[in-house]
């Protein structure tokens, strides 16, 4: 049974930095790790991904603000986000992949004031 514990959500104003940190229990051998963010009121989507192999993926909303980074042996990623906007208010969720199946944690919620 895989589990995710995300941490490092919290509030932040406008222009700050948050890290996030999501550590995977459970797990054989992770094929993707990231996560994904749900707003008030809209669907799941994309926020960044990271490989094993260390290949990166972004959404444009996010790109060039965040980098998602990746421990292998501590089953560990982290996604730094600076210069937050309040629309980058959600519940964060960490997300894996591992022989073909999605795992997902709990969530943890950033709010950016404005």
């Known amino acids: 049974q895989v589990q995710l514990v995300e941490s490092g959500g919290g509030l932040v104003q406008a222009g700050g930095s948050l890290r996030l940190s999501c550590a995977a229990s459970?797990?054989?051998?992770?094929?993707?790790m990231g996560w994904y963010r749900q707003a008030l009121g809209k669907e799941r989507e994309l926020v960044a991904l990271?490989?094993?192999?260390?290949?990166?993926n972004y959404a444009d909303s996010v790109k060039g603000r965040s980098t998602i980074s990746g421990d292998n042996a501590k089953n560990t990623v982290y996604l730094q986000m600076n210069s937050l906007k309040p629309e980058d208010t959600a519940v964060y969720y960490c997300?894996?992949?591992?022989?073909?199946?999605?795992?997902w944690g709990q969530g943890t919620q950033v709010t950016v004031s404005s």
């Open positions: 997300y894996l992949t591992q022989f073909g199946v999605r795992s």
């Open positions: 459970g797990a054989l051998k992770i094929d993707v």
């Open positions: 990271i490989s094993r192999g260390g290949s990166t």
